[in-house]
């Protein structure tokens, strides 16, 4: 099993995971993706979310901020959406994408695992 497929599947293993996906944030490609819910479109997900962290980043720059995002949290009424770039230099220019049902997940868990999850993923 390779290592990205292994990270997935840790992610998955989050309780309250609705889905997940390894992205590539300058492309908007997805390099791996698990998920369980049929309402949940990951591929939409993964492109929306690159927006997201690009847009971040160019706010970063102008501000001239110059550290790391850890994480970017999205708060909905029932599900919280995590996106963590990767920050490893063996996978630069990717973030991990969580989604997680609210009602079952624990954000500070979810949060802590992913990134002990982020700190192993070699691609």
Avoid at 53 to 66: F, H
Avoid at 75 to 102: C, E, W
Wanted: proline share 1%; glycine share 8%.
């Amino acid at each position: 099993m390779s290592n990205l497929e292994l990270a997935l599947k840790e992610m998955m293993g989050v309780d309250g995971t609705i889905g997940v996906a390894v992205v590539d944030y300058s492309s908007g490609m997805t390099l791996g993706q698990l998920g369980s819910s049929k309402s949940l479109d990951l591929q939409v997900a993964a492109a929306g979310n690159t927006e997201v962290v690009r847009a971040k980043l160019r706010t970063m720059e102008q501000l001239g901020i110059k550290e790391d995002i850890e994480d970017i949290l999205i708060s909905l009424a029932t599900q919280y959406h995590i996106i963590r770039p990767v920050t490893g230099r063996k996978a630069k220019g990717l973030f991990l994408y969580m989604a997680l049902d609210r009602g079952r997940a624990n954000l500070a868990l979810a949060r802590h695992r992913l990134r002990e999850i982020e700190e192993s993923l070699e691609i």
